[in-house]
């Protein structure tokens, strides 16, 4: 029934979150791992404001850093700003601090005595993740994707200010809900139910991958040593 009622410019709406969400969480992924497992691993004094950085995206108003990016990107590049790969780079900077927190949980949860033991037999740091971290922490990963991919597709203040409300060219579902409900005056509600249709799925995801990474933490810390 909510199909019948979305307009080919909504459906044209859907289609570009999809694809900048997608986009976002694949430029944010390596970029998370990498923050996610030195933050869990590293006893740095500067880990502390790392990890302040990482976060400052999640409490300053998005207008903020939308504004903060177009100043950057008039700096060294005319070309991206107003167009979708700005959008890309909003949502971006917006879901990488989801990705690293979330991710990082799991990874803690992890024994360091199995990659010192891998390390001890001459197991790279490649082999090593791939073959002991990343299946310990998997349900961290989906969890922090999921999580990464729902606040890619419901950016709105950034992805305004550094990519505009252009249909058809930068228009995401928040944008084109905003632009019915404010200047056209029309129902905003098929829209408004397929986001939480996503964000819902998206929590679910999140929470069970969470679930998941307490319960195999209660597992090891009653195993025997």
């Not at 006893?43 to 976060?55: G, H, K, P, Q």
């Not at 397929?194 to 964000?199: C, G, M, Y």
Request: aromatic content about 8%.
């Amino acid at each position: 029934m909510l199909i019948a009622f979305l307009t080919p410019s909504d459906w044209t709406a859907i289609g570009l979150s999809l694809k900048v969400s997608v986009c976002a969480v694949a430029l944010a992924t390596v970029p998370s791992m990498l923050l996610a497992t030195w933050l869990a691993r590293s006893r740095s004094r500067f880990t502390v404001f790392v990890e302040t950085v990482i976060v400052v995206p999640l409490v300053l108003p998005p207008v903020i850093v939308g504004i903060g990016l177009l100043s950057l990107l008039a700096q060294f590049t005319d070309s991206l700003a107003f167009t979708w790969w700005a959008a890309v780079l909003a949502s971006t900077i917006v879901s990488v601090p989801l990705f690293v927190r979330t991710l990082r949980a799991g990874l803690e949860t992890i024994d360091p005595r199995l990659a010192l033991v891998a390390k001890t037999l001459g197991a790279s740091p490649i082999r090593i993740w791939l073959t002991i971290t990343l299946p310990q922490c998997w349900p961290a990963l989906v969890g922090g994707i999921t999580l990464a991919w729902a606040r890619a597709i419901g950016e709105f203040g950034a992805t305004l200010i550094v990519a505009g409300n252009i249909p058809g060219k930068t228009q995401t579902i928040p944008l084109a809900m905003y632009t019915h409900w404010q200047v056209e005056g029309r129902n905003v509600w098929p829209l408004a139910v397929a986001s939480v249709a996503i964000a819902l799925g998206a929590v679910f995801i999140s929470e069970w991958s969470i679930r998941h990474s307490h319960q195999r933490r209660a597992h090891a810390s009653n195993s025997p040593a």
